[in-house]
């Protein structure tokens, strides 16, 4: 692909005003070797039309991030694999937009320098000072300030030739030749079938684990609204991404209730079926909520128990 960093960050802000979200507008493109996709924040089409944009999944914005909407599209169109893409962003990521991006191998972001200076930026600018980066770096994700214009490109962090970040619990990921061994009783997982462009199939497990880049001995503690840990449905997510894989819609399942913003991103990603080992067990219990609000609405079905 020819496209100089510039235009693709041009690509993303082109469209930033597209985004429905009353005030904070973001976009993003993300970028390959063959490749790119650029996407606004936007409601999901189903949670927009039977839900609204005025109600809360959960405890969640409805929203869809347009980082994160990049990454789910390349599992949507098979566009390609994210490991080793780089990615364009109008305005510095969130926290949870940044996992997601570590966890689906992207090795550098690009933020346009304008984005510094917005008000949203301003007013969560420790989010992404003091775990927004620090995630970056434990990932060994470079980050740019860029300048379109001027066509400057700034380092905000650089990753070290010699680093390679510590990946404590790696996801499973295994050809499907047999009936696959499930975690032990009691785990909190999540599963599903994946095939890549060759119509191979695969099985992925995930548990819950720290960022790439941590332990569970140098997690660091984070505040209410987000964590360093990443949820199971949304490492199958970004797993099936990184490596150009689809989900097979059916085979997803998930030992416990998934959090909002896991079930908003499996939207998001035009799968509705899931099933659930326990509907009474989440991580909180906005979980929980969002599962009964998705289900009412008939925007996702539960394949078990009924929900009261």
């Known amino acids: 692909m020819n496209l100089s960093p510039y235009e693709l960050m041009q690509k993303a802000v082109d469209i930033v ?8 507008k973001v976009a993003a493109t993300l970028a390959g070797d063959d490749f790119y996709i650029s996407c606004i924040n936007v409601w999901p089409e189903p949670i927009q039309k039977i839900i609204g944009n005025k109600t809360k999944i959960g405890n969640s914005s409805g929203t869809l991030h347009a980082e994160t909407a990049c ?4 599992v949507k169109t098979k566009a390609a694999k994210t490991k080793n893409a780089h990615i ?3 305005d510095p990521p969130c926290p949870n937009c940044t996992k997601n991006i570590a966890e689906a191998g992207i090795k550098a972001l690009y933020i346009d320098h304008k984005g510094f200076n917005k008000d949203f930026a301003q007013r969560r600018g420790h989010h992404f000072k003091h775990m927004s980066m620090k995630i970056c770096e434990h990932a060994g994700i470079s980050v740019y300030e860029i300048w379109r214009k001027e066509e400057k490109i700034i380092p905000i962090w650089e990753k070290p030739k010699d680093y390679t970040p510590i990946e404590e619990n790696p996801v ?4 499907l030749t047999k009936t ?3 975690p032990k009783e009691d785990t909190i997982f999540a599963s599903a079938i994946a095939y890549n462009k060759n119509k191979e199939r695969y099985y992925i497990i995930a548990t819950p684990h720290p960022i790439i880049g941590y332990t569970s001995k140098t997690l660091e503690p984070a505040g209410n609204k987000y964590s360093f840990i990443l949820q199971p449905v949304n490492r199958l997510l970004m797993s099936a991404a990184k490596l150009g894989l689809q989900l ?14 896991e079930l908003i991103n499996l939207i998001g ?3 509705y079926n899931i099933t659930i080992g326990d509907i009474t ?6 979980g929980i909520q969002a599962l009964k609000q998705l289900c009412k609405a008939k925007i996702l079905t539960l394949n078990t128990h009924e929900l009261s």
């Not at 067990?281 to 906005?286: A, G, L, N, Y």
Request: charged share 25%; net charge positive; proline share 11%.
């Open 17 to 24: 005003q597209n985004s429905p979200h009353p005030t904070n």
């Open 71 to 74: 990454i789910l599209q390349t």
């Open 88 to 90: 364009f962003v109008t």
């Open 172 to 175: 499973i990921i295994k050809k």
């Open 180 to 182: 696959p061994e499930l």
């Open 248 to 261: 097979e819609p059916d085979s997803l399942y998930s030992s416990i209730t998934p959090t909002a913003r």
């Open 269 to 271: 990603a035009e799968l």
């Open 281 to 286: 067990r989440s991580r909180d219990k906005f």
